[in-house]
């Protein structure tokens, strides 16, 4: 090495020291300030299209996409593409979450009210053949309906589906761990999603906000399915004087386990009683973790339509990340629509319209008239949904009929 070299990079190594040296004497609100800076791509306004603009600005994306085949993506207004559905598999569940389900429970619709297997593959087929690449079956609890394997098997089969995620509570999912795997699902990549419905390390407290004793085998479940994948995820709803004080516990489980922890901020939901004194805010989860681990805090790049905003601690296996519905939306990148367990499609989570393709399938639509309608239902979803404040005097299902 040339003396100038030798210089330079004596220099460059001095620079780091004082980078490193500068980044550890921050202070807890400095580092956050920093971990939390937001992507362009939700800080810029959304520009509506007139109906025109939009057709013409459609037409484009279609010649620019060489590889698109089968019916137009749906677009809404804003241009936002959708390439995620989540579908309900049944409104019923094996836990009580507080946050998900009034205390009194729900009262469930008949049989006969829900899609079928059929249904939910034909809607599937549709969706797929307008670009949609990534399928999510929800519930409820999933896993309470006996045929999961094949409806997942089916998915997974669709041309088009890259990706298939179950959302489950995992207290039931061990018999069909080994099903799912040996399903045929080469094809796609498989990723398992355990709502970690205790939301509490701490047995005691599992069973105070799911009003169900199951903690054991929620856990057995997680250690199972990390035998089967390489990441499970797990979701922690957050709630003031709950379980805020164990934040740091969880992220504490990434250190030897390829986990990918994701704290939900609080949402207000038809029944769940949401207070503003409950709500704890991601910037104050955070700074938990800040003071805790300082300058061991890394923030992870995302995509513009994640909706965890991914960190993890130098040196762990595992991530964690924060879903920040209320302090901080992404509706801007928002690529996703759902379908409930009786049919109904919702173009957003918090939006309270709904129409029935469970009825228009019944009643003979073709899938042109199926596709026409769902467009028209994209074509109303707003720039984004309404603030906290609003949100909790607003008519809306109970999470679990949405797809919890």
Not at 36 to 53: A, C, G, I, Q, Y
Request: proline fraction near 4%; include cysteine; hydrophobic fraction near 35%.
């Amino acid at each position: 090495m040339d003396y100038f070299s030798v210089i330079m990079s004596r220099q460059l190594g001095k620079k780091l020291v004082q980078w490193i040296s500068t980044r550890t004497m921050c202070t807890t609100e400095e580092l956050v300030r920093s971990l939390t800076v937001p992507l362009r791509e939700h800080e810029e306004p959304l520009k509506v299209l007139t109906s025109d603009e939009k057709r013409i600005a459609v037409l484009l994306r279609m010649k620019e996409i060489e590889q698109m085949k089968g019916q137009p993506p749906f677009f809404d207004m804003f241009m936002r593409e959708h390439t995620y559905l989540r579908i309900s598999l049944t409104e019923k569940c094996n836990f009580r979450c507080l946050y998900c389900m009034p205390a009194e429970g729900v009262p469930l619709k008949p049989k006969d009210k829900m899609l079928t297997n059929e249904e939910v593959l034909k809607l599937v087929k549709l969706f797929a053949s307008h670009g949609i690449d990534k399928i999510r079956p929800t519930g409820g609890e999933p896993t309470i309906r006996k045929d999961i394997v094949q409806i997942v098997e089916g998915i997974a089969s669709t041309p088009g589906i890259k990706d298939v995620g179950i959302t489950t509570n995992g207290l039931v999912l061990p018999r069909f761990l080994p099903d799912l795997k040996n399903a045929g699902l080469t094809k796609v990549r498989l990723f398992i999603y355990i709502i970690f419905c205790t939301d509490s390390l701490d047995r005691q407290k599992f069973a105070k906000m799911t009003r169900r004793d199951g903690f054991e085998k929620v856990w057995k479940s997680i250690e199972l399915a990390r035998s089967y994948f390489p990441k499970v995820k797990l979701n922690v709803v957050v709630i003031r004087r709950q379980n805020e004080n164990e934040i740091v516990d969880f992220v504490n489980l990434t250190r030897d386990r390829n986990l990918d922890i994701r704290f939900i901020e609080f949402m207000p939901f038809g029944g769940n009683e949401f207070t503003n004194d409950q709500f704890f805010g991601y910037r104050e989860m955070l700074n938990l973790v800040v003071e805790k681990f300082r300058g061991d805090v890394i923030r992870l790049s995302d995509s513009p339509n994640d909706t965890t905003k991914a960190y993890k601690i130098k040196g762990y296996q595992g991530q964690f990340g924060f879903i920040t519905s209320m302090t901080d939306h992404f509706c801007n990148t928002c690529n996703r629509l759902r379908i409930t367990a009786d049919g109904n499609l919702k173009v957003c989570l918090h939006g309270n319209s709904e129409v029935s393709l469970r009825d228009k399938i019944r009643g003979g639509d073709t899938d042109e008239q199926l596709s026409e309608i769902i467009q028209k239902a994209v074509n109303n979803k707003k720039a984004r949904h309404a603030g906290m404040d609003a949100l909790k005097n607003l008519p809306n299902r109970p999470m679990i009929l949405i797809g919890g």
